[in-house]
């Protein structure tokens, strides 16, 4: 019996040590990740920022920083993967339609219909996405290393309030702007017949991305606030069962 007590406690050891191997290389992995967001969102503002003051208008910014921008907004796709595999307790499908959403915009909205890259509606969502990713990536930065400045903290489950309507006003705009330009061109539509046998129209697609807005937004928001009463007043927040 003490033979076959000791081989489980070997082995129960064996496992916790494999545990905390693999936690911390999540860890380690998860700090670089997070300072080099932080890192690539301050190299966005400070090219936002010293364009506009060489140029002293909005007109060609986007321009000048799609390259950067589309990097690591596309990059920001790991943090799908992070909840998948579970090194991030979030829910992958709140992750998902953050992130996608996102690099739909940079992508498929702002990128490929250069007509709207100058609206002061752009602008508007690339400063509320650049100062809402500092903030965010930066609290995930010092929350790892178990050094969080509250400032940091507070800012994180404060700004946001402001920030997230502001940015969707933003994207909504931008969309909106380009629906004359998607249906003038009939870019990434298909019309019967052809050999595939569907039918897509784009301008219809980005009508559809605009009305789901309507329910996502108040989710996504509470699910926001939920998290700031928890985190800030030390609330215990019960989630529903869907």
């Known amino acids: 019996m003490a033979s076959g007590e000791e081989d489980g406690s070997l082995e129960e050891k064996e496992n916790n040590n494999k545990k905390r191997a693999k936690s911390a290389i999540a860890t380690a992995w998860l700090t670089f990740y997070n300072i080099a967001m932080t890192a690539g969102w301050l190299v966005l503002a400070v090219a936002m920022i010293r364009f506009y003051l060489q140029k002293g208008t909005h007109k060609g910014l986007y321009k000048s920083i799609s390259r950067t921008l589309k990097f690591f907004q596309t990059f920001a796709l790991l943090e799908v993967g992070h909840c998948a595999i579970g090194i991030v307790r979030t829910s992958v499908i709140v992750t998902g339609v953050q992130v996608c959403s996102r690099i739909f915009m940079v992508w498929f909205v702002t990128n490929s219909i250069k007509q709207?890259?100058?609206?002061?509606?752009?602008?508007?969502?690339?400063?509320?996405?650049t100062l809402t990713e500092i903030t965010r990536y930066s609290f995930y930065t010092f929350n790892l290393l178990n050094h969080l400045p509250y400032f940091i903290k507070w800012a994180r489950y404060n700004m946001f309030i402001v920030m997230y309507p502001l940015g969707v006003i933003g994207e909504l705009m931008?969309?909106?702007?380009?629906?004359?330009?998607?249906?003038?061109?009939?870019?990434?539509?298909?019309?019967?017949?052809?050999?595939?046998?569907?039918?897509?129209?784009y301008y219809i697609f980005l009508i559809i991305i605009m009305l789901s807005y309507i329910p996502l937004f108040p989710q996504l928001f509470l699910h926001m606030l939920r998290q700031r009463r928890r985190v800030l007043h030390g609330e215990v927040i019960v989630e529903k069962d869907e």
């Open 116 to 129: 709207v890259q100058n609206e002061e509606s752009v602008i508007l969502f690339l400063v509320v996405w």
């Open 174 to 201: 931008t969309i909106y702007a380009a629906l004359p330009h998607v249906r003038k061109s009939e870019m990434y539509s298909m019309r019967l017949p052809n050999k595939y046998n569907v039918s897509f129209d």
